[in-house]
């Protein structure tokens, strides 16, 4: 079974779709874009003290915030995971957050939610875990698994007809970036480029360079 984070319907929500919702609130922000986020019909954050009113965050509060929600929106990594491709971000030649968000994009989780062949990051990242997904005809089952430009993403044969699938594709939410070349009746995927931040369809502003300023002090 997938759990219920495929479709979200008139379905039961599950920890994990709670686990999503709640950074949403905390980030204030919608920060998918889906249309059951709460932040949709209510504009304070998660727990007791949600409703307290929000002083001015200092430049420290403003990019940790950066990086929670960059963090966040793919899949809520670990700091440990995070810090890792930043590191690995910080060691290539140009702009350090144009590279980070290229690092991100090429994770076949994030490659997977792109090409619309599911309905979320969470759904791509147990998608993948499950071995539904292959690489160049190779199943990879690695959701940090880092795809390179050329690369070929299908849908194993036994899964291509599961209804949530075939749902995703049809979400009027989002539309396939450019970078990523899918064909919905094969359930194929191939990444065309490595993505700039400016390139990546985010439904609210990331802020890279504040991770980068983030990282330098911290």
Known sequence: MLGFDFIEGDQPVTKRTAAKYKIDRRMGENIWGRPKSPVNRREYGPGQHGQRRKGKLSDFGTQLRAKQKLKGYYGDLTEKQFRRIYAEAERLKGDTGEQLIGLLERRLDAVVYRAKFVATVFAARQFVNHGHVRVNGKKVNIASYRVSEGDVIEVR??????????????????????????????????????????????PVMMEPNLVVEFYAKN
């Open 157 to 202: 044969d036994r899964s291509k007809q599961m209804a949530a699938l075939l749902e995703a594709t049809q979400l009027a939410e989002r539309d396939v970036p450019d970078y990523i070349d899918a064909d919905h009746s094969k359930m194929t995927a191939t990444f065309v480029r490595t993505p700039g931040l400016g390139d990546v369809p985010y």
